[in-house]
């Protein structure tokens, strides 16, 4: 507050001085007089959990479960009071890729204290945006969210036009079990199979916990992207039976075929990984032996469907502009010489804050000058992707993960329009826990 610069949100002059400070409390918790049409609780506790093949994990779960679902319909207001029972260190909830009020954004230090054994904390916020999105604790983040303190969020559009005869939620996630580390989508690793009349319009939801991008491959019907990161995309085009895509960390595809009157068959992973989980579809009797083939291509999202056309993605000029050089090199942290993942040769908390004003199109470049891959997070705002190794897009995408691999370089942009303190980081959540972190602060 208190500087010239207007960008008109509301189309008017800026508030004055002394009216300001409440219109910016509103913009940081939203608003919350409404009553809620949806309550949830999830109580965060230590759980002993079996996966399908009977490995056993002791994991921190949200009310005992994996993967619990929250399923809400988009534009009704969602009340969800988390209880800590008993996670020592403290827990909260990240609404991850929901651009919720600030307040409600789960950041302990940032935006609410953590929730000690015995506390609890009741999020609120309006359901704006439909598609897949999932929850984590943000409280030491790469342990929580490696021993199961996560969720699956699924907003249902307000106006169905593309339903699905059936869905399935597929989280993979990679625990250390009793027998080491193992893949599953939620606790289902090795094989599942289901039963599916042909005809019907499927819709896996596919989300990627894991620190680590992986790719996926479905084999027996040809099929559709429809979402990226909860986002539609426009008239997505036919991809052909075995090409693999991938997912990077915190990343969700949605995938849509109909169920040809032959097996299709859904894995995680490339033909390496040999027992990485499986799904099998089959019309009528399950397949004795359900064979994969060699993946034929990759899935390139910049060169898919329609394309997004906003008022990024025609912009002539930004209101500002960040380039973030990630990178690594050998550091103390916390009294220990380790590996450091740096942005700009730096890491968190010494990393520049970005300072940005509501309403401002914001320009960031990543370069990726170090040998590993990274998901790249912002929280509260979708980037649009405009440029991949100095190259526009054929059809920017929308993303709020967007995972840069070794050398590569994006040019991604997005509208302020969300106050608050936010992170943008690295959801490879180990290099997050080693400087790989900053934060985007609105001025
Ligand atoms: Cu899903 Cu800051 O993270
Ligand atoms: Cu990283």
């Known amino acids: 507050a208190g500087s010239e610069h207007h960008h008109g949100h509301s189309g008017g002059e800026r508030a004055s001085a002394n009216s300001a400070p409440m219109a910016e409390v509103a913009a940081l918790t939203g608003d919350l007089t409404a009553p809620a049409d949806r309550k949830f609780e999830l109580t965060a506790r230590q759980s002993k959990i079996a996966l399908a093949s009977g ?6 779960t949200y009310n005992g479960e994996v993967a619990p679902v929250l399923r809400v319909r988009q534009g009704e207001m969602v009340e ?28 302990p230090g940032m935006t609410q204290n953590v929730v000690k054994p015995g506390q609890s904390f009741t999020y609120k916020f309006r359901a704006e945006q439909a598609g897949s999105y999932w929850f984590h604790s943000h409280q030491q983040a790469s342990e929580q969210v490696s021993k199961g303190l996560f969720g699956a969020l699924i ?36 094989e599942r199979r289901k039963k599916v009349e042909p005809g019907t319009r499927m819709r896996l939801r596919v989300i990627n916990t894991d620190k680590l991008s992986r790719k996926y491959l479905l084999q027996g019907a040809d099929y559709r992207i429809a979402d990226i990161d909860g986002v539609p995309i426009e008239e997505p085009g036919l991809i052909a039976d075995r090409t693999a895509f991938r997912i990077g960390g915190g990343g969700r595809y949605d995938v849509v075929f109909t169920m040809p009157d032959r097996p299709v068959l859904f894995k995680l992973g490339d033909d390496r990984d040999a027992d990485d989980p499986t799904v099998v579809f089959y019309p009528d009797i399950p397949p004795a032996n359900p064979t994969f083939q060699a993946d034929s291509g990759l899935f390139d999202p910049s060169d898919y469907g329609k394309g997004v056309a906003n008022e990024l993605t025609t912009a002539e000029k930004f209101d500002r502009e960040f380039e973030m050089i990630l990178g690594n090199k050998m550091g103390f942290y916390n009294g220990k010489f380790t590996m450091l993942w740096t942005i700009n040769g730096e890491v968190y908390p010494h990393v520049p804050t970005l300072v940005v004003q509501e309403g401002d199109k914001v320009k960031t470049t990543f370069a990726n000058k170090s040998l590993a891959e990274h998901p790249m997070h912002l929280h509260g705002h979708h980037m649009t992707v405009l440029k991949k190794n100095g190259e526009r897009v054929k059809t920017p995408w929308q993303t709020d993960t967007l995972n840069v691999l070794p050398g590569e370089s994006y040019e991604v942009a997005f509208v302020a329009d969300n106050p608050g303190m936010w992170m943008d980081h690295c959801h490879n959540l180990d290099h997050a826990a080693t400087g790989m972190i900053l934060h985007l602060m609105y001025d």
């Open 155 to 190: 907003v249902d559009p307000a106006q169905e036009t593309e339903k699905a005869d059936e869905e399935v939620i597929l989280i993979n996630h990679r625990w250390k079990t009793d027998k080491g580390r193992v893949n599953a989508f939620g606790t289902e690793d090795g």
């Open 55 to 60: 490995a056993r994990i002791d994991a921190w």
């Open 80 to 107: 969800v009071k988390l209880v800590n029972e008993d996670v020592e260190a403290g827990v909260t909830i990240h609404w991850h890729g929901y651009n919720v009020p600030n307040a409600m954004d789960g950041v």
